[in-house]
């Protein structure tokens, strides 16, 4: 009949493709023919045969009756990100929670036991928290160093392991204190202070997950207490979490939410 799709179309076979894919998470990596049903809603006909056909091809790689994202994969995913320039892919996210909230926007990764801002998005605000590319802090101090803190165990072992510098009279510098609130960030999913880097600046910060499901970095929006005050920060967490999450996702990573 004219005008209706085969239903072994090109783009419809890609899409059942797309969707049996999809189904692979890093929390779930590895899945049986019934689990893959279930999680596609696809016929058991349809799944068996774009299953062994993906197999053959090293889209899959099959473990018994257990089947996962074939290393084949895994090395296109690494060809695409190398050379990638994190900065231009940020950049579209942080200017996005900027025009939403108002505030600055940054990214923040680690180097040795520091922070470095390497992305940024800057408060239209004529009384805002100036912050420079390229600013280095502490990793002890504020809600971006509190995630890149909770979400790397190696880093944090590093840096208890010496006493932990000051910048003003909020920052902790107790290492059973600031153990307590990792575990804290981890429960929340993301990190709030005030006054530990700057007095009178408060901060809320959300993980950056990168390919392969380890942490990338921490997604900070800063600004004047003030304005951003705890009621307000309740209000703004969400979309800081979420642009952290849009940020994981454009790096290749199947963790787009805090665990």
């Given at each position: 009949?004219?005008?209706?799709?085969?239903?072994?179309?090109?783009?419809?076979?890609?899409?059942?493709?797309?969707?049996?894919?999809?189904?692979?998470?890093?929390?779930?990596?590895?899945?049986?023919?019934?689990?893959?049903?279930?999680?596609?809603?696809?016929?058991?006909?349809?799944?068996?045969?774009?299953?062994?056909?993906?197999?053959?091809?090293?889209?899959?790689?099959?473990?018994?009756?257990?089947?996962?994202?074939?290393?084949?994969?895994?090395?296109?995913?690494?060809?695409?990100?190398?050379?990638?320039?994190?900065?231009?892919?940020?950049?579209?996210?942080?200017?996005?929670?900027?025009?939403?909230?108002?505030?600055?926007?940054?990214?923040?990764?680690?180097?040795?036991?520091?922070?470095?801002?390497?992305?940024?998005?800057?408060?239209?605000?004529?009384?805002?928290?100036?912050?420079?590319?390229?600013?280095?802090?502490?990793?002890?101090?504020?809600?971006?160093?509190?995630?890149?803190?909770?979400?790397?165990?190696?880093?944090?072992?590093?840096?208890?392991?010496?006493?932990?510098?000051?910048?003003?009279?909020?920052?902790?510098?107790?290492?059973?204190?600031?153990?307590?609130?990792?575990?804290?960030?981890?429960?929340?999913?993301?990190?709030?202070?005030?006054?530990?880097?700057?007095?009178?600046?408060?901060?809320v910060a959300a993980p950056v997950f990168q390919h392969g499901g380890s942490?990338?970095?921490?997604?900070?929006?800063?600004?004047?207490?003030?304005?951003?005050?705890p009621d307000v920060v309740t209000h703004l967490t969400p979309s800081v979490?979420?642009?952290?999450?849009?940020?994981?996702?454009?790096?290749?990573?199947?963790?787009?939410?805090?665990?």
């Amino acid at each position: 009949m004219a005008g209706k799709v085969a239903s072994n179309s090109p783009l419809l076979v890609l899409a059942k493709i797309s969707t049996i894919l999809d189904a692979f998470t890093f929390s779930t990596p590895e899945r049986s023919l019934a689990d893959l049903r279930t999680a596609t809603g696809l016929p058991a006909s349809t799944v068996q045969r774009l299953v062994a056909n993906l197999v053959q091809s090293g889209f899959l790689d099959r473990h018994g009756d257990q089947f996962r994202i074939g290393l084949r994969m895994a090395t296109w995913a690494a060809s695409a990100f190398h050379g990638l320039d994190v900065g231009e892919l940020a950049q579209p996210v942080l200017a996005a929670l900027r025009d939403e909230t108002g505030e600055t926007a940054c990214l923040f990764i680690s180097t040795r036991e520091l922070r470095v801002c390497v992305a940024m998005a800057e408060s239209r605000h004529s009384v805002r928290r100036v912050i420079a590319l390229g600013e280095v802090t502490p990793v002890n101090v504020g809600s971006s160093g509190r995630v890149l803190l909770a979400w790397n165990d190696e880093l944090a072992t590093r840096v208890f392991e010496h006493p932990l510098p000051a910048l003003t009279q909020e920052t902790i510098v107790d290492v059973d204190e600031l153990r307590r609130s990792l575990v804290t960030v981890r429960e929340r999913g993301f990190a709030y202070t005030v006054g530990e880097r700057t007095s009178s600046v408060s901060s809320v910060a959300a993980p950056v997950f990168q390919h392969g499901g380890s942490l990338f970095g921490a997604l900070s929006l800063l600004g004047p207490s003030s304005r951003m005050t705890p009621d307000v920060v309740t209000h703004l967490t969400p979309s800081v979490v979420a642009a952290g999450a849009r940020l994981s996702q454009a790096l290749g990573s199947a963790i787009t939410a805090p665990n």
